[in-house]
């Protein structure tokens, strides 16, 4: 089964980077968009930042200029680095793998948790 994998979330301390990492295995499908959500407590989940395997990418008006997202082909990894965090950044980040050609499977990771502290 496909499984979503994320790592690298932490505390620190606003102004400060963090590098997201999410490994993905279990699919065999060559189109897809990979990307980061965050749900803070009591909001909404909103999108972070998202690649497809053509390497278009789309961020969220919040981080862009900030945060960038990459992807790794052989090691089927999704990666996001964050600069200048705030304290608004603070959430549980999660990984997304979404099948764009032949389907329309979803799937999610548990989340990893990023707390910013002023």
């Known amino acids: 089964q496909v499984r979503l994998v994320e790592s690298g979330g932490g505390l620190v301390q606003a102004g400060d980077s963090l590098s997201l990492s999410c490994a993905a295995s279990g699919f065999t499908f060559s189109y897809y968009r990979m990307g980061w959500y965050r749900q803070a407590p009591g909001k909404q989940r909103e999108l972070v930042a998202t690649i497809t395997s053509g390497d278009n990418t789309n961020y969220g008006d919040s981080v862009k200029g900030r945060f960038t997202i990459s992807r790794d082909s052989a090691k089927n990894t999704a990666s996001l680095q964050m600069n200048s965090l705030k304290a608004e950044d603070t959430a549980l980040y999660y990984c997304?793998?979404?099948?764009?050609?032949?389907?329309?499977?979803?799937?999610w990771g548990r989340g990893t948790q990023v707390t910013v502290s002023s």
């Open positions: 997304n793998l979404r099948r764009l050609i032949g389907g329309t499977s979803e799937y």
